[in-house]
């Protein structure tokens, strides 16, 4: 299995374009549910794959759980000696109650992704 998200997703595209030489990253865009932008940002190494976009994809490539946990997000770099957290969330439609909760894991994911890489200061949430 891929190391990272992007490996498997590098390697997802090569299976198919074996399987089909005309097969493109725009299709394979549209298979997975995202711009075809953001996709060759990914695979370029441009922009990481958050938590959220990595359990997004993880069952359109059939990945389990465990997979998704395993593999991870991309680890993203603010400025050198800075980490940051990056995570995806939606929230239209959720009604307050579940909006919390979500915030509420997310904050705790991220504080335990700072505890994980040793690394303090003031937190900062832009809503």
């Given at each position: ?7 498997l ?10 399987r089909n030489?005309s ?8 298979f997975?549910?995202m711009?075809?932008s953001?996709?060759?940002?990914i695979?370029?190494g ?7 976009l990595?359990?997004q ?5 059939g ?10 997000a ?6 050198p000696g800075?980490?940051q ?13 579940l ?8 904050l705790l ?14 937190v900062?949430?832009?809503?």
């Open positions: 299995m891929a190391s990272t998200f992007k490996d997703l590098i390697a997802e595209l090569q299976e198919r374009q074996k030489s097969y493109s990253l725009r299709a394979f865009a549209r997975l549910g711009d075809h953001r996709l060759s940002k695979l370029r441009e922009r990481p794959v958050s938590w959220g990595a359990r994809l993880g069952p359109i490539l990945l389990t759980a465990e997979e998704i946990e395993k593999i991870g991309t680890p993203t770099k603010e400025r800075k980490a957290f990056s995570a995806s969330i939606s929230l239209q439609g959720l009604n307050p109650q909006a919390a909760t979500e915030i509420q894991r997310l994911e991220w504080a335990s992704s700072q505890n994980a890489q040793g690394t303090q200061g003031p900062t949430l832009n809503l």
